[in-house]
């Protein structure tokens, strides 16, 4: 099977294996693994120093204690609608926080600044009021879109003046970093909070790093407990973390490329493809062609797996586990399958 349903599926490679199985570890409930604390201080160093790192098992995790600790039940979160907040964290903001989203609708899911200046609020006893503003990058439902990092300049002096904080699910920001050439030191300068998956393209098989300011750790820490997320002996995973951070950063590259062929691949046999900025390809299926999910169980049948990401959209994703010529193929399987 080549799976592209997403850059999930890595499997960690045998030098990975060997890296994890060698971790020095103990019990981080009491901060005493040196591998998950060296894990910590890595990414935030990655980022420019000026946050401290907190360990994960899940991106969700990640970003729900990032936005729980900035916005409080009933109060307001600004962000995209297509956001995978929004999307496809099934409303943890509401169901454990209380937190109220405020959504626009943005071009392949990068928020404007006019719309964030229009949605910011003050608040008052009669206005609920904006505590936060999150931006994803890249985007995952934006087709693995980059925000220039002038955009992000322009929402960050916003929320700034409006003393309102800035996330970033930067679940892919290695892409992002990978295809600008932008330092992941100037994305830490823009963001007050930063959350980071290593288990997507970095192909870690678990585990995320949340940034924060340093005095809310003991904070963060408690509300990581109470989500049932305080491991033990996590150095293993953070060893599998810590190995990515040094292999597969600039080999992402590699992933772009192949997306870029697949998409041309896709645009040659007439399909309708959103031009990949990263590894993420999304094909829109307008009628009379079948459907995502029969688009999708033919390609099944044919060897090769794909997500149907909506009624009529379709999603690759190419990672260290496809190489050029499964991406390919997989073109291949999937415009014989769109028609
Ligand atoms: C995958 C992903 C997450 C986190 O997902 P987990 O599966 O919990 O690690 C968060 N944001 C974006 C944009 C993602 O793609």
């Known amino acids: 099977m080549i799976d592209?349903?997403?850059?999930?599926?890595?499997?960690?490679?045998?030098a990975m294996r060997a890296a994890m199985a060698d971790a020095e570890v103990g019990d981080d409930v009491y901060a005493e693994d040196p591998t998950v604390r060296a894990l910590e201080e890595r990414v935030a160093e990655l980022f420019g120093g000026r946050h401290v790192g907190l360990f994960t098992p899940t991106g969700v995790m990640a970003n729900q204690i990032a936005v729980r600790m900035s916005v409080g039940p009933g109060e307001e979160l600004v962000l995209d609608a297509d956001a995978h907040i929004v999307a496809?964290?099934?409303g943890a903001a509401a169901w454990h926080g209380g937190v109220q989203t405020r959504t626009a609708l943005s071009p392949r899911g990068l928020l404007e600044p006019a719309d964030v200046a229009r949605l910011l609020r003050r608040g008052d006893p009669y206005?609920?009021?904006?505590?936060a503003v999150a931006v994803e990058q890249t985007h995952n439902r934006g087709g693995g879109s980059v925000y220039p990092l002038e955009q992000l300049a322009a929402i960050r002096e916003l929320t700034s003046a409006a003393d309102v904080v800035l996330h970033c699910d930067g679940a892919r920001i290695w892409h992002a970093h990978v295809a600008t050439g932008t330092p992941l030191a100037a994305y830490g300068e823009l963001f007050d909070t930063l959350s980071v998956c290593?288990?997507?393209g970095l192909g870690a098989p678990a585990g995320s790093v949340v940034l924060l300011p340093g005095d809310r750790m003991?904070?963060?820490?408690?509300?990581?407990?109470?989500?049932?997320?305080?491991m033990r002996q996590a150095g293993i995973l953070a060893a599998g973390g810590l190995y990515a951070l040094d292999r597969h950063i600039d080999r992402l590259a590699e992933d772009h490329a192949h997306a870029a062929l697949v998409a041309d691949r896709l645009t040659e046999a007439g399909l309708d493809v959103a031009a990949p900025e990263t590894n993420v390809v999304l094909v829109l299926l307008p009628e009379p062609r079948p459907e995502a999910a029969e688009v999708a169980a033919r390609c099944r049948e044919s060897g090769v797996l794909v997500s149907a990401f909506g009624p009529?959209?379709?999603r690759l994703v190419t990672h260290m586990?496809?190489?050029?010529?499964?991406?390919?193929?997989?073109?291949?399987?999937?415009a014989v399958s769109a028609v």
């Open 4 to 14: 592209l349903r997403s850059d999930t599926v890595t499997r960690p490679t045998p």
């Open 88 to 90: 496809h964290e099934d």
């Open 127 to 131: 206005t609920v009021g904006t505590r």
């Open 198 to 200: 290593l288990s997507k």
């Open 218 to 230: 003991p904070e963060a820490r408690r509300m990581r407990h109470r989500m049932g997320g305080a």
């Open 312 to 314: 009529r959209l379709i």
């Open 321 to 334: 586990d496809v190489d050029a010529s499964a991406c390919a193929k997989a073109a291949e399987v999937v």
